[in-house]
């Protein structure tokens, strides 16, 4: 091909023009591009020789060859094939002394690179961590960090690229499982934002947290620690600000096409608005995938766990500040909780710190209830109840002591009734008359919680009505020890009372009355009515199902049972009866009858209802156990304490909050309006013409006085038809 003769104007224009024409017709201008290409490796052996004795102008010149050759490199890959090492070279070998500008501009093209695909994560990477870890500039860290994880983000947007993944994750570990670097605190950094942002969700990560979490530097091991205890907020308060920073008010844009001139461009952007608010509506209500907390993704957490325990908790020579170690054993206790493990030595460890002049020690007594649950041996937390209640409850303690030593105690009988004894619940259950509100509360708190787990163990007096009727029908036992609830599908029983209620309406309807004589058929009718009958399984036609014969059997045996219910007697032992068929009918449903698709549908009906009046409080309130993920915090044994009278300065400084300080009174009109104001919204019409001159108003008044009735009339059929219209600039509609 002939040399192209190259005009006098175009040896003076400039790079970007340049670099239009080298990526609009790369053959046409190779030859510029290798003169380019020369320029900038004379430059570069300069540059690496001796980085501090270029001059500034030489340096400018080289950024500028080096950002058009990353831009058109992909146009000529023969001739910039080592451009990419070269880089690396030079940034690896001089890092240190190196211009910033240069060193900034460096990576953004090996960035560059790694967009165009000249070259792959698996290259780019390395460099990038490996420089991470031991640059000691503070912005080029920033903006390694930060190219880290756009690069990781961008290799698992639309699939997990796992390749990338297992390259990065063992870089991690290499660098984590040198205990006394401080290096691993970059690896804990990259692997929590990782995290948050739902790029890295599976046992991988979590298994390098776990080994961070025994290293030698505080920093590394409270940054370790504190993901696994907050990994999962940080992840909702992520997605709730990436959600509000792409919300969009379809009303304000609707508003101001209405308003302003229509446009093309108006129109397109109200499309493309409401298609975002679409999107946004599929992403709620379409299927999440599952979401696995790291504490179930670990692999061995009961080694995990002593090995964290003894360590740095029993290890007298660890110097880990205190809020560190309550950081770790707030881990601890939540792993004992969650996955019901035996670590004796742990509670024995809590014995010397449950006294109140103990700092943070409402944060010990929370951990002290997250690490009791019912396979831990009720002797092991009876020695500890002993402790609580002589340290904190007595009436020479302050009013806050008492309270939340109560609520401690609450709090850890919930998760093993069998730990305390007669004498001290009936002690600490007397402490309800006290006469401050936050012990009263807590003593409250205890005494209905034993109502339900163990009433027995109470006073008569202190039982109330409904554990004094399940004792008397033997509906209340107290669990042993050790002993698990059978798993039994949620809402069943509410299913069973339902039909149970439709079967007696039909009867009633019918005339029919409940006795002796209610037999099979009206079961057929139930189902009949709720579209199951073709899914009735309990059949004797068939010789072969024998043991759905069997289950027939036995309810013709339970149809003495349902005579029981109308023999007129004590109310109380009538309705413990009722209660006692409850489970029978229950069962008799789960195990007689396949749920039918109508069937499921009213099940999770009547769920959903049950959760509204329980939120509602329409019934009585029943303490259930935290969900073990939760966790128990230092405010939550703290909370009654809360309740007692404020002063006047913190009722003051409560309503103050959340308010903007406004150094002079204003009225709420006034500050509506100086909001808008800020906003740049304009006034109404009605407060255009209340602010009007008088003696501007005071012609056209003076002139309705003198119009004659026609003319009144002209004048408001007028006033009707641009109402109908859209007003006088009939906005929307056409004339």
């Not at 001796?50 to 490199?73: K, N, Q, W, Y």
Request: glycine share 4%.
């Amino acid at each position: 091909m002939p040399k192209r003769k190259v005009t006098a104007a175009e040896k003076t224009e400039g790079l970007a023009t340049l670099q239009w024409k080298l990526r609009k017709d790369p053959l046409a201008y190779q030859t510029e591009f290798i003169e380019l290409w020369q320029h900038f490796d004379s430059a570069r052996e300069r540059v690496l020789a001796d980085p501090l004795g270029v001059d500034a102008e030489s340096l400018a010149t080289f950024r500028e060859h080096m950002d058009l050759i990353a831009h058109c490199a992909e146009k000529y890959p023969d001739i910039t094939a080592s451009f990419p090492d070269s880089l690396r070279d030079l940034l690896m070998t001089h890092h240190a002394t190196l211009d910033s500008t240069l060193r900034d501009k460096i990576v953004t093209s090996l960035s560059l690179l790694r967009r165009k695909d000249v070259i792959d994560s698996a290259y780019l990477l390395p460099i990038f961590w490996s420089l991470l870890i031991s640059t000691p500039s503070k912005t080029l860290r920033a903006l390694l960090y930060q190219k880290i994880i756009s690069d990781v983000r961008e290799n698992n947007t639309r699939a997990k690229n796992h390749k990338v993944n297992r390259t990065l994750q063992q870089a991690l570990y290499n660098v984590v499982m040198d205990r006394s670097s401080p290096k691993a605190l970059w690896a804990v950094k990259v692997i929590r934002d990782l995290w948050r942002r739902r790029i890295w969700e599976d046992a991988k990560p979590v298994d390098i947290m776990r080994q961070a979490a025994m290293s030698d530097d505080h920093k590394t091991v409270g940054s370790a620690v504190k993901f696994f205890l907050g990994s999962d907020k940080e992840r909702e308060e992520f997605e709730d600000e990436s959600s509000d920073e792409d919300a969009v008010d379809v009303r304000k844009v609707k508003h101001q096409i209405d308003i302003n001139r229509k446009t093309k461009k108006a129109k397109k952007l109200l499309t493309k608005a409401t298609e975002k608010v679409k999107r946004n509506e599929r992403k709620k209500s379409a299927n999440q995938m599952l979401n696995f907390s790291a504490l179930h993704l670990l692999l061995d957490p009961q080694g995990f766990c002593e090995s964290l325990f003894e360590k740095h908790l029993q290890n007298k020579k660890s110097k880990l500040p205190l809020e560190t170690k309550l950081d770790i054993l707030q881990l601890v206790t939540r792993l004992v909780g969650l996955h019901k493990l035996t670590i004796l030595p742990l509670y024995s460890y809590f014995t010397s710190h449950l006294t109140p002049r103990q700092q943070s020690v409402t944060s010990f007594l929370a951990s002290l209830a997250q690490a009791t649950h019912n396979l831990v041996p009720p002797e092991t937390i009876e020695v500890l109840l002993q402790k609580i209640a002589n340290e904190f409850v007595s009436e020479a303690a302050n009013v806050e002591v008492c309270s939340a030593g109560i609520n401690a105690i609450r709090e850890i009988c919930a998760r093993q009734p069998l730990a305390m004894n007669e004498t001290l619940l009936q002690d600490l259950v007397e402490y309800r008359k006290s006469k401050d509100k936050g012990v009263s509360m807590a003593a409250r708190g205890l005494l209905s919680l034993y109502r339900e787990k163990g009433a027995e163990m109470l006073k008569k007096k202190d039982r109330g009505k409904d554990a004094t009727i399940g004792l008397r029908a033997g509906e209340l036992k107290q669990q042993m020890f050790g002993e698990e609830q059978v798993g039994e599908i949620e809402g069943l029983e509410l299913l069973a009372k339902w039909k149970e209620e439709q079967k007696k309406r039909k009867q009633a309807e019918k005339g029919v009355l409940e006795g002796p004589n209610a037999d099979g058929n009206n079961e057929e009718e139930e189902d009949d009515g709720f579209n199951s009958d073709e899914w009735e399984v309990a059949s004797t036609d068939s010789d072969e199902s024998g043991d759905w014969i069997r289950v027939a059997e036995s309810d013709d045996e339970a149809e003495p049972e349902t005579k029981k219910r109308k023999v007129d007697g004590d109310d109380t032992k009538e309705g413990g009866e009722e209660n006692a068929e409850e489970p029978i009918d229950f069962m008799k449903l789960a195990t007689t009858q396949l749920l039918t698709p109508a069937d499921l549908a009213k099940l999770k009906e009547l769920r959903l209802e049950a959760g509204i009046n329980k939120a509602l409080g329409s019934r009585r309130k029943e303490i259930q156990a935290r969900h073990m993920d939760e966790g128990l915090t230092a405010e939550q044994i703290e909370a009654p304490a809360a309740l007692r009278k404020t002063t006047k300065e913190e009722r003051v400084a409560l309503a103050r909050e959340g308010k903007p300080n406004r150094e002079e009174h204003k009225s709420t009109t006034a500050i509506r309006k100086s909001k808008k104001e800020a906003e740049g919204k304009s006034t109404t019409n009605k407060e255009k013409a209340r602010k009007k001159n008088f003696m501007m108003t005071l012609g056209k008044a003076k002139s309705k006085q003198k119009r004659s009735l026609v003319t009144t009339r002209n004048v408001l059929r007028a006033h009707i038809q641009r109402s109908k219209s859209g007003g006088r600039r009939r906005n929307g509609q056409s004339k």
